[in-house]
């Protein structure tokens, strides 16, 4: 069976310091990757996805950026955290389609507090 | 822009009530809606996806309908238990892409 992980499950750092949050699926292969922040207030957002090794996508504007060396691992990284960057980031993985479409499973998240 | 809201933001409900969560969306070009559940500070558990195609899923409890040409989705939750209580999110995949659309939710408190 397929299972998903993050790490850390809380992170709190100051402003202007660097990001790394990692996110690893198992029991799949070449699936697509997606990275979420659901802000306080607001719904969940698509910040980033990804359909294959290197292949990154951009949903939005903003500080962070993903990457994604291994089939299985997708990295979300800023080089200076600001105070809007917190929040509940959710990495989730579906099959590999034509373009999404295909049931998002998602990981436990990383709560990011950016004092 | 694809915007999604549910109805309502929160309901209190007691044990062993039929309820009905409702969704709707703007725009009816969408690949398919998922229906998710969230417990307070874990990620989402995916309940039910509705392809466009489809009018309705169905598991255990759980039914959720759609009907795209009017922008709406329901779930619905027989013989409600306290351990439903949790917020519920709904999604739309558009047709042109890969993003999943989140309303902000129905935070779900089932009494004993």
């Known amino acids: 069976s397929q299972t998903i992980h993050q790490w850390p499950a809380t992170l709190v750092q100051p402003v202007g310091s660097p990001l790394s949050l990692e996110c690893t699926v198992e029991?799949?292969?070449?699936?697509?990757l997606y990275w979420y922040r659901q802000a306080a207030g607001r719904g969940l957002q698509l910040l980033f996805y990804s359909v294959g090794i290197g292949q990154i996508s951009s949903e939005v504007p903003q500080n962070l950026s993903a990457s994604r060396p291994q089939d299985r691992q997708f990295i979300l990284s800023s080089k200076k955290l600001l105070l809007s960057d917190s929040g509940f980031y959710l990495c989730?993985?579906?099959?590999?389609?034509?373009?999404?479409?295909?049931?998002?499973?998602f990981g436990p998240g990383t709560r990011l507090l950016v004092l | 822009k694809q915007e999604v809201t549910q109805i309502p933001a929160a309901l209190s409900v007691p044990e062993g009530e039929n309820l009905v969560l409702n969704c709707s969306f703007t725009?009816?070009?969408?690949?398919?809606l998922q229906w998710f559940r969230q417990d307070p500070g874990k990620g989402l558990t995916s309940l039910l996806l509705?392809?466009?195609?489809?009018r309705e899923q169905t598991s255990g409890r759980l039914n959720a309908s759609l009907d795209k040409s009017s922008g709406r989705s329901t779930l619905y939750i027989a013989a409600s238990q306290p351990g439903d209580s949790a917020t519920y999110l709904c999604a739309v995949t558009s047709n042109s892409g890969y993003a999943l659309n989140f309303g902000k939710g129905t935070s779900l408190l089932v009494t004993p």
């Open positions: 725009d009816s070009a969408i690949y398919n």
């Open positions: 029991g799949t292969s070449n699936p697509n």
């Open positions: 509705i392809q466009s195609s489809q």
């Open positions: 989730a993985w579906s099959s590999p389609s034509r373009g999404g479409g295909e049931t998002q499973y």
